[in-house]
């Protein structure tokens, strides 16, 4: 090849490269892409594009926005802070310091409750759990969902405010205002005499070591096992299955958590009541489509 031909390919290679940078123009700071040089079209991330076609900083939605998709709504805070401008901060009572962008929800640590675990758990809760409602089992003496209430003053425990489930030994009746005519204890409605081998947490028991019916919180031959703590209304009396389950909680034992159901309601089944914006299905677990507006899709089959 002559001297002439090489010449002639390496001004080839130029213009095709020169054409190259004119086709694709160099876009200014914080500029994804851009049409040229001071059009902008999309922008890098944790910026936005104003009408002016310019990127400015998600910051100046809000302090703490990450990503925004416009000058009035953040899509993602920095931990710690929620809402479409990031200026609430997540609850001390979430058990990470994140929580949800859009409206603050979180998963609780122990002693607090509700969507934002801003609530905190009664003192007459028995353990430190409660439900997404603050609902619990109740320490002796008080009664109610969230254990507000408390119990006449001559019951040892009772499951509302007009009667006894469990009297203080030698007394019965609804509010246990009645003696027992025998040493011990004796039948919380009929007064006879019972077994004092049974056990207290019997609701009633015959003459013999089998209790007839455990109060709330008991189950058991014997009424001498406590329910899991998740029970709500206490438990069946011999396989311990609960009866119910305090919101955020499903199965036989209450032992899942609903995790993906808006709010933690869930059926004992674990089917979710409702599902967060974003997600379908029976446990609200599969996210809908892209291509849905908003990414909004019907709770039943994703449909858009």
């Not at 008080?142 to 003053?153: D, K, R, T």
């Not at 007064?191 to 058991?220: D, F, H, L, V």
Request: charged content about 15%; some cysteine; hydrophobic content about 20%.
């Amino acid at each position: 090849m002559n001297s002439l031909n090489k010449s002639l390919i390496v001004v080839y290679i130029i213009l095709i490269k020169a054409d190259s940078c004119v086709s694709q123009p160099s876009c200014f700071a914080n500029c994804a892409a851009c049409s040229n040089s001071t059009v902008c079209t999309s922008c890098d991330s944790g910026y936005y594009l104003r009408k002016t076609e310019k990127c400015r900083a998600c910051t100046y939605v809000g302090t703490y926005c990450v990503a925004c998709s416009n000058e009035t709504h953040c899509n993602e805070c920095r931990a710690g802070f929620w809402g479409t401008t990031c200026i609430y901060f997540c609850s001390d009572g979430c058990n990470t310091e994140t929580c949800n962008s859009f409206n603050g929800t979180c998963t609780c640590r122990q002693r607090f409750y509700g969507p934002t675990c801003g609530n905190k758990c009664s003192e007459n809760c028995l353990t430190d759990t409660c439900g997404v409602n603050g609902e619990c089992e109740c320490k002796d003496g008080y009664y109610g969902n969230q254990c507000i209430g408390m119990c006449f003053s001559g019951c040892e425990k009772c499951s509302d405010g007009t009667s006894c489930s469990v009297c203080p030994t030698g007394r019965y009746g609804q509010l246990c205002g009645m003696h027992c005519e025998c040493d011990g204890r004796c039948d919380i409605l009929t007064g006879e005499c019972i077994n004092e081998m049974c056990p207290e947490t019997c609701a009633s028991c015959g003459k013999s070591e089998q209790c007839n019916k455990c109060t709330i919180g008991w189950y058991g031959a014997r009424c001498n096992s406590t329910c899991l703590d998740n029970c709500k209304g206490g438990c069946e009396q011999y396989s311990g299955h609960c009866n119910a389950c305090y919101y955020g909680y499903f199965g036989r034992e209450c032992d899942f958590q609903c995790n993906y159901c808006r709010n933690g309601n869930c059926t004992q089944e674990g089917e979710c009541i409702s599902c967060y914006n974003g997600y379908f299905g029976l446990l609200c677990n599969n996210k809908c489509s892209e291509d849905c507006v908003g990414h909004f899709c019907n709770q039943i089959d994703g449909t858009c």
